[in-house]
């Protein structure tokens, strides 16, 4: 057998039997160790988030200006801000707001995009090439400066910047799709499925999108990075989120004129956005490795 | 293919290290050159804390920084560290009658071309600045200028203006001669009369570079040179006096100060400036109109704390909108102090009580919320709002701070979508309260944001404009501070700081609050 977490789960029926459908997939997740560490640090880092508010010591606006830029102790694990409030309830809430962002535009992107590249690519014609051009618009500009665009004119807000980035991200799913689609339209099975009657909606949900979707949900994993890395960036230029939210890149850019006098106020929201940039791009990797053996890699990027 | 590639990589990787190592070494003897070249010379390197954008004289930012920091020009009129007027290129000025005013001038100044300063070149400059710049135009009021003699100016106003004397202290009013002209009438480069003379301005770097004036009439000057850099980072200007490529700046971020003034030959003394932070009070929303509410706002933000942690005490805790070393402030006033007990007395009162225990006030099941809108251009504003905020919310008002570009300021406040604005405020533009006053709380005023009106206030403004007598002047003057700080039409927080940061061997320097932001003055000297 692979491994003895994968033989304990599968005796707990956690896990697919090997020869089920999914299994072998299971299997060999389990034989990579990097991928394992990184799901084992996303489970932890999803656990944190789902339960800051009960795990953080402090109310992270609490402002305490008397005990302000103290490094890591015993009362304050991570030390103190520029205002007194606790770092460590800070990025503990922080990861909740950062990750629960981060899920949002990449649903909303995957849909939307998933809805128009079938569409480009199972129709064809006028409808293909109207949804390409657009595709080709969106992609045409520079994310980040496309998406402080938009938040600076809807301004901001937690909604307006799940809005922003998901209009920036849409895109690229919309293209991976289309050619997805275009491949897969060409298949017997599809093909078999036309002549014996079946609608196109049918054919789409049944036979098109679960034989598409592995590439897309690769790109999803290691786009939930990059979503993170983009929130903080627009934090970080000081148009993401209202100042009382507390957000990794708002910390860090707040820290950073702190930079010599306490530098543990920029180090730490550093880490923790290294971190969960790190645990999806290994998840994301790994899943392009396993689903696509043949694939050399580096295209995703 | 692998290994074909390594020796190249190998080749390229040597090459770029050269090359970096090369140019690193330019750099170096480069600027060991320029101090072996002038040797113990007197060159000051200043850090300006703006970029500098333009020289000219008789703009806003460019006369700010050619009269006071870079000491080329200077006004007729000057000020005392109080800032009570003194002569400057003018000896003494009299009003004749209620819209004439004659000016005398000196009779040993000469510019730096070498010919000699009349009133016909003052007369010159006025007009010059009155037609380039709108805002001198609206302070001075001047209706025609006739040249008497040689050393006599005389002005009429085309209304009463008390304070024409002090705006001729602004910088932009300083003395330009007519060779600072080309023959199209183009503004080429400024010819003042000041300590130091107009040399080079680099379009491409920015760098302004000035040369001791040797016929000075003030006397001896301090300095040879005197390089002006901008830089508008202020980790930036920090780093460069550390390392030290500059002699003197201003304003490093003030919580470096302490450090910085710890280092070996670097020392950094604070000052007040006079600008103040003050939040203005939407006085147009329901719970703000009533009086108690904006006391017990007072009462409820701790100014020493802010200034303590926030300020790093760049800047003081301030009771009125005039600093109390200036002539004319009501020197009675005291910063109102923390005094949760009587906000919550004051808001009880007024009927705010938090009824559903949530912490926060409420009345008529109105719960008392408001924003605080500031911007981020000065970095102590942001986190200032902030700690007001959460001492707010324990006298149980919610507090919720939005930090905007200025164009979504300017658009809230124009549909009188706001509660609460905190910005920095210059106060001493002109050296006369009747400047700041009148545009702050009379009814219609330009800056009287919270659309504050008491016909009191009103009257005795109006009453004071037609006073010459200073010291009557000021008595009115100090009636509206003390009507004023009674009813907080706005929330005066705390005086503006500002830290001069320099080399131990920069001497002679003396600060001057009157400046706008600080002054260098001809007796500076460098001494190794």
Redesign the interface.
């Known amino acids: 057998m692979d491994n003895v977490f994968a033989d304990r789960f599968r005796r707990e029926d956690f896990l697919p039997q090997p020869g089920e459908y999914g299994g072998d997939f299971v299997k060999r997740v389990f034989q990579r160790k990097d991928m394992l560490f990184a799901l084992a640090a996303l489970v932890l880092f999803a656990g944190v988030a789902l339960f800051a508010p009960l795990l953080s010591p402090y109310d992270p606006n609490a402002i305490d200006l008397k005990n302000k830029n103290l490094g890591p102790s015993e009362g304050h694990l991570l030390g103190t801000d520029y205002l007194g409030r606790d770092l460590l309830s800070r990025i503990l809430i922080g990861a909740r707001i950062s990750l629960s962002i981060a899920f949002g535009v990449v649903l909303i992107s995957l849909f939307v995009g998933i809805a128009a590249g079938c569409a480009a690519g199972y129709y064809g014609g006028l409808v293909d090439e109207s949804v390409s051009r657009v595709i080709d618009i969106f992609l045409s500009f520079p994310g980040v400066i496309f998406a402080l665009t938009i938040v600076g004119v809807l301004g901001s807000g937690v909604f307006n910047l799940m809005l922003a980035l998901s209009i920036v991200q849409w895109a690229r799913y919309a293209r991976l799709m289309r050619g997805q689609v275009l491949t897969l339209k060409k298949q017997e099975f599809v093909l078999s499925a036309v002549t014996s009657g079946a609608g196109d909606f049918h054919i789409i949900r049944r036979h098109i999108v679960p034989n598409a979707i592995a590439p897309l949900l690769v790109l999803a994993t290691i786009d939930l990075g990059h979503v993170i890395l983009s929130i903080a960036t627009l934090s970080f230029l000081g148009i993401g989120l209202p100042a009382d939210i507390p957000e990794w890149g708002a910390m860090l850019s707040a820290g950073k004129e702190f930079m010599r006098t306490a530098p543990h106020q920029t180090i730490f929201p550093g880490l923790a956005i290294t971190f969960v940039v790190v645990i999806f791009s290994i998840l994301g990797d790994g899943i392009r490795d396993i689903l696509d053996p043949h694939h050399e890699g580096g295209e995703m990027y | 293919m692998k290994e074909k590639n390594t020796p190249l990589c190998i080749f390229l990787i040597t090459l770029l290290v050269c090359a970096s190592l090369l140019s690193s070494g330019c750099t170096g003897t480069e600027g060991s050159e320029v101090t072996e070249e002038n040797p113990g010379s007197n060159t000051l390197v200043l850090g300006e804390m703006w970029e500098i954008d333009s020289i000219n004289a008789a703009d806003g930012d460019g006369g700010t920084l050619i009269c006071e920091k870079a000491a080329i020009t200077e006004t007729l009129v000057g000020a005392k560290p109080d800032f009570s007027l003194k002569p400057g290129l003018a000896t003494s000025w009299e009003q004749l009658d209620e819209n004439i005013w004659e000016f005398k001038l000196r009779n040993d100044v000469f510019f730096h071309d070498g010919s000699k300063m009349t009133a016909e070149e003052v007369k010159d400059s006025l007009e010059n600045v009155i037609a380039e710049n709108p805002r001198v135009d609206s302070m001075l009021k001047i209706a025609s200028m006739e040249v008497v003699d040689d050393y006599t100016l005389r002005i009429e106003t085309s209304e009463l203006n008390p304070i024409l004397p002090g705006v001729l202290h602004y910088p932009d009013t300083a003395v330009i001669s007519p060779s600072s002209f080309n023959e199209a009438g183009e503004y080429v480069k400024p010819v003042g009369t000041g300590p130091y003379k107009f040399e080079s301005f680099d379009e491409q770097t920015r760098v302004l570079t000035v040369v001791k004036n040797e016929n000075w009439w003030g006397g001896e000057v301090g300095l040879d040179r005197m390089v002006l850099k901008g830089m508008p980072d202020p980790?930036t200007r920090a780093m460069a006096i550390e390392n030290g490529e500059l002699d003197f700046t201003v304003d490093v971020?003030y919580?470096?100060t302490d450090?910085i003034n710890k280092l070996e030959g670097i020392n950094v003394e604070k000052y007040k400036t006079p600008r103040v932070y003050k939040i203005d009070v939407n006085l147009g929303n329901e719970p703000l109109e009533d009086v108690r509410v904006r006391q017990a706002m007072s009462c409820a933000i701790d100014r020493y704390?802010?200034t303590?942690?926030?300020l790093y005490k760049v800047g003081e805790p301030a009771a009125g909108p005039f600093l109390p070393s200036m002539v004319w402030a009501n020197k009675d006033l005291q910063p109102y102090t923390r005094d949760l007990e009587k906000a919550d007395e004051l808001l009880t009162e007024a009927g705010w009580v938090d009824t559903d225990g949530d912490g926060i006030r409420d009345k008529d099941g109105k719960t008392l919320r408001l924003n605080l809108l500031t911007y981020?251009a000065r970095?102590g504003l942001?986190?200032m709002?902030?700690?007001m905020?959460?001492?707010l919310k324990e006298a149980g008002i919610d507090v919720?701070?939005?930090?905007l570009e200025m164009g979504?300021i300017y658009d809230r406040r124009e549909k009188g979508n706001w509660d609460l604005y905190l910005a920095a405020y210059n106060i001493a533009m002109v050296p006369d309260p009747e400047y700041v006053l009148s545009n702050w709380y009379m009814t219609g005023g330009p800056d009287n944001g919270p659309g504050y009106s008491n016909p009191e206030v009103d009257s005795l403004i109006m009453d004071a404009r037609k006073l010459t007598d200073l010291e009557e002047r000021y008595q009115k003057f100090n009636e509206v501070e003390a009507i004023v700080y009674e009813e907080q039409p706005m929330i005066i927080v705390a005086y503006y700081g500002c830290a001069i940061v320099k080399k131990d061997y920069v001497k002679g320097y003396v600060f001057d609050p009157t400046a706008h932001d600080y002054r260098i003055n001809a007796d500076m000297y460098i001494e190794k």
């Open positions: 980790n971020l919580s470096e450090r704390e802010i303590e942690h926030i981020s970095p942001p986190p709002a902030q700690a905020a959460a001492q919720e701070t939005e930090v979504a």
